[in-house]
């Protein structure tokens, strides 16, 4: 069954710490994203990734970091440096990364604690 | 730089009226995408538009891109609850081979 798993689905991190969400796909997309979404709100990119070992900065890095070992995983680190974490993030992925269409995982929501 | 606007941002319909959202960019867009959020969900695609001036058609929905590729629409004939959720229109950065995602608009239904 093809798709994008995302975990944990909810996630509490305490004031200083570091926390890992995961996301890995079976789609064989070079492509990954990760993105932040507050309530009642769009889409913001934090990373994104076309190739193993490569990625780039997208609107809103400050505060995240990611790796990209395997072509299947892009997991995403939320570091104390980001002061605001509460939110649903959103890891999604494409073909490649001209454009197309992005399938998305079921989220985590992470709060503070 | 580049931008994806959406309007309205919130829409609140009897169940079986109309509802059409609209969304327009800063630059010609080589494709434009639809994606829908249920509420507490994750966005799925729904359709991609790639000629100037296409329509397109799923059931009661129906899609327009713009003859200048900077614009958008999206039509629900007869909205249901089912149609309850959060539309996206997103179109490819012009220089950095990503999407970019437009505000959305949400929709909720008076049964």
């Known amino acids: 069954d093809g798709g994008i798993t995302q975990s944990p689905k909810y996630l509490f991190r305490k004031e200083g710490q570091n926390v890992t969400l995961s996301c890995e796909q079976n789609l064989n997309h070079d492509a990954m994203y990760w993105y932040r979404q507050d309530p009642g709100q769009g889409l913001r990119l934090i990373y994104y990734s076309q190739i193993v070992n490569d990625f780039q900065k997208g609107d809103i890095a400050e505060g995240y970091s990611v790796s990209r070992e395997k072509k299947e995983s892009f997991p995403l680190t939320v570091t104390s440096a980001q002061k605001n974490p509460t939110a649903f993030y959103l890891c999604a992925s494409s073909i490649d990364l001209s454009g197309n269409i992005q399938y998305f995982g079921a989220g985590t929501r992470l709060s503070v604690l | 730089g580049q931008q994806v606007m959406q309007i309205p941002q919130y829409q609140h319909v009897q169940e079986g009226e109309d509802f059409t959202t609209y969304c327009n960019s800063s630059t010609t867009l080589s494709n434009i995408q639809w994606y829908k959020q249920r509420p507490g969900g994750h966005p799925v695609f729904l359709i991609q538009l790639v000629k100037s001036g296409e329509v397109k058609k799923q059931k009661r929905l129906t899609f327009q891109f713009g003859e200048a590729k900077k614009n958008s629409s999206l039509h629900i004939t007869a909205t249901q609850t089912t149609d309850v959720g959060t539309y996206f229109c997103?179109?490819?950065?012009?220089?950095?081979?990503?999407?970019?995602f437009g505000s959305g608009t949400r929709l909720s239904i008076r049964p």
């Open positions: 997103a179109g490819p950065y012009s220089s950095a081979s990503k999407i970019i």
